[in-house]
Nanobody, 124 residues
Framework: QVQLVESGGGLVQAGGSLRLSCAASGRTFSRYNMGWFRQAPGKKREFVAI????????VYADSAKGRFTISRNNALNTVYLQMNSLKPEDTAVYYCAARGGTAAATSDIYYDYWGQGTQVTVSS
């Protein structure tokens, strides 16, 4: 069982930066592949970035490439999403999620545990 709590969201102007954190409970955090997803009003939840349990592999959505960086600190049971050069279209609720097993996945259907989400609003 893993419980996830996101933080770090807020209101920022276009071009600004935010760093999201996701704190996980449980001693087996290091065994989980972690992902960040987001959902804008009226839209489906979409993949943003994932990182494997070992941090050896990361995958980004095209919309995040070059602007967002996912990282994790297994000693602190925390995964991060550094978001730079934010755009109004990045406005959404951002969720972190955990997936057991050895393979990473970009589809949310494969994730077992979810946080409650943190709101990111980017003003133009």
């Amino acid at each position: 069982q893993v419980q996830l709590v996101e933080s770090g969201g807020g209101l920022v102007q276009a071009g600004g930066s935010l760093r999201l954190s996701c704190a996980a409970s449980g001693r087996t955090f290091s065994r989980y592949n972690m992902g960040w997803f987001r959902q804008a009003p009226g839209k489906k939840r979409e993949f943003v970035a994932i990182i494997t349990w070992s941090s050896l592999n990361t995958v980004y959505a095209d919309s995040a490439k070059g602007r967002f960086t996912i990282s994790r600190n297994n000693a602190l049971n925390t995964v991060y999403l550094q978001m730079n050069s934010l755009k109004p279209e990045d406005t959404a609720v951002y969720y972190c999620a955990a997936r057991g097993g050895t393979a990473a996945a970009t589809s949310d259907i494969y994730y077992d545990y979810w946080g409650q989400g943190t709101q990111v609003t980017v003003s133009s």
